[in-house]
């Protein structure tokens, strides 16, 4: 069983930055990917960042060049560093773990609010 907490979030005017943390507790040693997902109202879940495990990285386009995914292994941490936030950038951010099983796992989710 794996077990995602996130933290970071917060309410921050335009232009400002967040850092979001996800800690995996549980076997995640195997993973293949870990990824933040966003959902603001009325509109479907979206990838926002991703890592696999070996490193390759994909951002979704409207966060290119804001956004920053990385991840501490020996803390089981994947971290999402907001620069430059804009107000559609306000959602709800959901840390993922992907398996090869097919199985994942989702944290319970951190609200991000940027006020214009």
Request: aromatic fraction near 8%; charge should be positive.
């Amino acid at each position: 069983q794996v077990h995602l907490v996130e933290s970071g979030g917060g309410l921050v005017q335009a232009g400002g930055s967040l850092r979001l943390s996800c800690a995996a507790s549980g076997i995640i040693s195997n993973f293949v990917t870990m990824g933040w997902y966003r959902q603001a109202p009325g509109k479907q879940r979206e990838l926002v960042a991703a890592i696999t495990r070996n490193g390759i990285i994909d951002y979704a386009d409207s966060v290119t060049g804001r956004f920053t995914i990385s991840r501490d292994n020996a803390k089981n941490t994947v971290l999402l560093q907001m620069n430059s936030l804009k107000p559609e950038d306000t959602a709800v951010y959901y840390c993922n773990v992907g398996f090869s099983s097919g199985t994942s796992y989702w944290g319970q989710g951190t609200q991000v609010t940027v006020s214009s």
